[in-house]
Nanobody, 119 residues
Framework: QVQLVESGGGLVQPGGSLRLSCAASSSIVSVSAMGWYRQAPGKQRELVAGIVIGRGDRTNYADSVKGRFTISRDNAKNTVILQMNSLKPEDTAVYYC???????????WGQGTQVTVSS
């Protein structure tokens, strides 16, 4: 059973930064993609950023976070990191980490971490 453990959420003022981490228990060689979604109250879950793993990892971002958020991967720890800068109140949401494996079509999810941007 794959487990994803998220950390790094919290309360930050507008313009501030946070760094989210998601550590996966799966074998690194079996991972095909990792990333982050978010869900704000009353809204649908949306993709924030993702990495497709292969010959030269490919990243993708929601238009609303381009230039402010950066996704990266620590292969040694099988961890995906989301560096969030210039945070805005509209970034407030629960952020969920996900992982896709090469051996199954099932997507694995973390438990979610709250990010609140407020003065």
């Amino acid at each position: 059973q794959v487990q994803l453990v998220e950390s790094g959420g919290g309360l930050v003022q507008p313009g501030g930064s946070l760094r989210l981490s998601c550590a996966a228990s799966s074998s690194i060689v079996s991972v095909s993609a990792m990333g982050w979604y978010r869900q704000a109250p009353g809204k649908q879950r949306e993709l924030v950023a993702g990495i497709v793993i292969g010959r030269g990892d490919r990243t993708n971002y929601a238009d609303s976070v381009k230039g402010r958020f950066t996704i990266s991967r620590d292969n040694a720890k099988n961890t995906v990191i989301l560096q969030m800068n210039s945070l805005k109140p509209e970034d407030t949401a629960v952020y969920y980490c996900y992982e896709d494996l090469t051996s199954t079509t099932r997507r694995y999810w973390g438990q979610g971490t709250q990010v609140t941007v407020s003065s």
